[in-house]
Every structure is written in C-alpha cells, then in structure tokens.
C-alpha cells in the first residue's frame, strides 16, 4: 500500500476497512523502513545548489545510496549525521 502524496480523506477511504491489527501492521512497516531523499530535495530544503550536496556525497560527508542509473537517494539518517556533525552550538 502506497500513501505517499496522498490526501487526509484518500488515506481515509484506503484504510477504512482495515482492522486494528492491519492497521498496526502498517504503522510499523512505515515506522521501520528508512526513509530517502532525492539530492534536489535536499538542495531545496536547505538552499544549496544540488551540486554542492553532490560534492557532500563525493566527500563522504552524506552517505547515499545509487537505486538506478544515475539515480542517487539520501538517507534521511545520513542528512540527521550531517546536521549534528555541522550544527553551531
């Protein structure tokens, strides 16, 4: 099941009729998995060029995984490393 862009009332209608531990069964996998996020995304997000996370990248400073030709995803733990390992306190 796929809710990913999906509105309050699609999600609604989807899980209707799902019982209670369907519904917890689909919680956890949604939980557990781990979430990725495309370079471009990232570059938007924090007002970067999407060649300057690609330089991150090639400097190992973000870990990224290449799902297709020339596709890359992030890990959003791997952006989580990144922002601990660059914040000012």
Known sequence: ?????????????????????ELIEIIYSLATSESMIAPGELAARRQISKRAVMRLIKAGKLRAHQTLRNSVRIPLDSVREWDRNTALY
């Open 1 to 21: 099941m796929n809710l990913a862009g999906k509105s309050r009332e699609q999600i609604d209608a989807a899980l209707r009729d799902k019982s209670h531990a």
